[in-house]
């Protein structure tokens, strides 16, 4: 009589050590990411949203970045960035619209409503952006600024255009409203007529008095922030 063949306790696996290494792996990124999510979620203090987007762009804050698209929330101290082509629209809570440009970075320093000692401070790195406010009200008197690397920019229930034109210059145009002040180390200078604007070459030097921009340049500030249809 044969001898019956004795089964193996040790079967061979029909996936390779490293095939099996990378399907946990792969569930073990799955499970963390799974259960990391709504600590995240629950950390973020949304400051407005995210009402139109055009090509990519993504909020970064530390280490995790997020695209951008309709409805995404945005929180203090997100940096957004905007790649080539792209445009995002921003609404915040106060109902302030803020556009931004291709190839910016920009980002919300302090968004405090209803504070004493609150107030709003946005910040452009680089690039070009929008910004139409809404109620300003809800400040209680408290400044809406937007810092940049030449001047900083404060607003008064307005709607105006700022960025890059060109590498070296900032420049400003009132669009509408009730104004715009700009101040860097050298001075202080105020735009309350539409469609005036200044052009600034440096954070030492005053700001020049306003001008009004030809046509042609305004064309060329408003299209850096257009949709396309």
């Known amino acids: 009589m044969k001898t019956p063949k004795t089964l193996c306790p040790h079967r061979s696996s029909p996936f390779g050590p490293v095939v099996l290494a990378s399907i946990l792996s ?3 990124s799955l499970f963390l990411a799974l259960h ?16 139109r987007v055009q090509g990519v762009s ?9 695209p951008m698209g309709i409805n995404a929330l945005i929180s203090r ?13 921003i ?3 106060d109902e302030t619209r803020l556009t931004l440009g291709a190839d910016t970075i920009f980002s919300v320093e302090r968004y405090d409503l209803g504070r004493q000692q609150g107030g709003v401070l946005l910040k452009l790195t680089k690039g070009v952006f929008r910004v139409a406010t809404g109620s ?8 809406f600024e937007v810092s940049t690397p030449l001047a900083v920019v404060g607003i008064r229930g307005t709607d105006f255009w700022g960025g890059y034109l060109s590498a ?17 180390d050298g001075g202080r200078t105020e735009i309350v007529r539409p ?10 030097s005053p700001p020049p008095a306003p001008s009004l921009w030809s046509p042609d340049r305004r064309a060329a500030a408003f299209k850096t922030v257009a949709f396309d249809e």
């Open 195 to 204: 469609m005036e604007g200044v052009n600034i070459r440096s954070a030492s």
């Open 36 to 51: 990391a999510a709504p600590v995240f979620a629950a950390e973020v203090e949304s400051v407005g949203h995210v009402t």
């Open 26 to 28: 792969l569930f073990l």
């Open 136 to 143: 300003l009200e809800s400040l209680r008197g408290a400044p």
């Open 77 to 89: 101290k997100d940096v957004l960035k905007t790649g080539p082509g792209a445009r995002l629209e």
């Open 58 to 66: 993504f909020a970064v804050q530390g280490s995790v970045l997020r």
């Open 91 to 93: 609404t915040l809570l």
């Open 168 to 184: 070296e210059e900032l420049s400003v145009l009132l669009i509408s409203g009730k104004g715009v002040y700009i101040v860097n």
